[in-house]
């Protein structure tokens, strides 16, 4: 089956810096990869997805981009700020019929004022 | 994208008793996820729920400890059963739309 590494499992920014969290998956036939965005108290929601035929997938200041060759997607974060401190998520559809996503351990990123 | 609607939000359980956590979509999906969440880990699927059939179990996880209701395109239960301290996690309700997954707010279960 699919397996997902996510690293680092903690990040600290300053205000204003970028953050970069990276992914490597195991399944070469996975074509969708999602990120989620969890805060305290609340379930993951989704912030940004890329599927297998795309590089690269922007919104606003967060950005992902895939490599499916080496197969290892990063999520990244500009001009963080305060309110983006929260635990990030990568997932990956790895060849299965059932939708079912793997998930990354998670990265608690906080965002120091 | 999908409106999840999850009770309880919260509960504090005795050990040796049960707990039914109920899914509420705003939308007619066919297949339905529960996860759980342990303290600062990531999401382990537990099964998933078609509508019509029985529950597809992963590895660990059994029906007599979490049977499952599907009764309907919109709706399923998660029960607890037998609860004991290891059972303290989050469990969370995912249902799926095209591709993007979509999950309720948790349910937060502490086992005393």
């Known amino acids: 089956g699919e397996n997902v590494e996510q690293h680092p499992s903690t990040l600290s920014v300053q205000e204003g810096d970028s953050a970069v969290i990276k992914c490597t998956y195991s399944d070469s036939a996975s074509n969708y990869f999602p990120w989620y965005k969890q805060e305290l108290g609340k379930g993951p929601q989704l912030i940004i997805d890329i599927r297998s035929n795309v590089g690269e997938k922007k919104d606003q200041r967060i950005a992902v981009t895939l490599n499916k060759t080496a197969k290892h997607f990063s999520l990244h974060i500009t001009e963080t700020q305060p309110e983006d401190s929260a635990v990030y998520f990568c997932?990956?559809?790895?060849?299965?019929?059932?939708?079912?996503?793997?998930f990354g351990g998670g990265t608690r990123l906080m965002v120091k004022p | 994208s999908a409106v999840i609607s999850q009770k309880p939000s919260r509960d504090i359980c005795q050990r040796g008793t049960s707990l039914t956590i109920q899914c509420q979509v705003d939308s007619q999906v066919t297949m339905m996820f529960w996860y759980r969440q342990q303290p600062g880990q990531s999401l382990t699927l537990i099964a998933t729920?078609?509508?019509?059939?029985?529950?597809?179990?992963e590895s660990g996880f059994v029906i007599d400890k979490f049977p499952i209701s599907r009764p309907n395109l919109t709706f399923s239960t998660l029960t607890v059963s037998n609860m004991s301290p290891e059972d303290s996690s989050i469990y969370l309700c995912s249902v799926v739309q095209g591709q993007p997954a979509f999950f309720g707010q948790g349910t937060r279960l502490t086992v005393v």
């Open positions: 729920a078609n509508q019509g059939s029985e529950a597809t179990y």
């Open positions: 997932a990956a559809l790895g060849n299965n019929a059932g939708n079912m996503l793997t």
